[in-house]
Nanobody, 127 residues
Framework: QVRLEESGGASVQARGSLTLSCKYSESSSGSACIGWFRQGPGKERVGVSTTFETSGRADYADSVKGRFTVSLDNAKKTMYLRMTNLKPEDTGMYYC????????????????????WGQGTQVTISS
């Protein structure tokens, strides 16, 4: 089981920026793919991005492409989600999750591919 801990959530105004962090423990295969998900109030949890832990190559949901960027510090076992031009619809609890490489190979992001989850960090965007 991979341990993950998110931090950095805050309340910011629309068009602002915010960076979330996800510190994770290493597992031989359980952290091959790191994902970011969010769950808005009254909404289902949806995928935001996936990143190969070894290469740092990331894919993004259409709703955040061009606004969100993932970066990875392998030495610190920490992944960052830089969010810019934030919109009220970006509001939600943000989770990072770890799973096998399958999660990063699909053309879509599926929560079912991720077996380890953090507790989440709250992001609130006001208009």
């Amino acid at each position: 089981q991979v341990r993950l801990e998110e931090s950095g959530g805050a309340s910011v105004q629309a068009r602002g920026s915010l960076t979330l962090s996800c510190k994770y423990s290493e597992s031989s295969s359980g952290s091959a793919c790191i994902g970011w998900f969010r769950q808005g109030p009254g909404k289902e949890r949806v995928g935001v991005s996936t990143t190969f832990e070894t290469s740092g190559r990331a894919d993004y949901a259409d709703s955040v492409k061009g606004r969100f960027t993932v970066s990875l510090d392998n030495a610190k076992k920490t992944m960052y989600l830089r969010m810019t031009n934030l919109k009220p619809e970006d509001t939600g609890m943000y989770y990072c999750a770890a799973g096998s490489v399958v999660g990063c190979l699909r053309p879509y992001i599926s929560a079912g591919d991720f077996s380890s989850w953090g507790q989440g960090t709250q992001v609130t965007i006001s208009s």
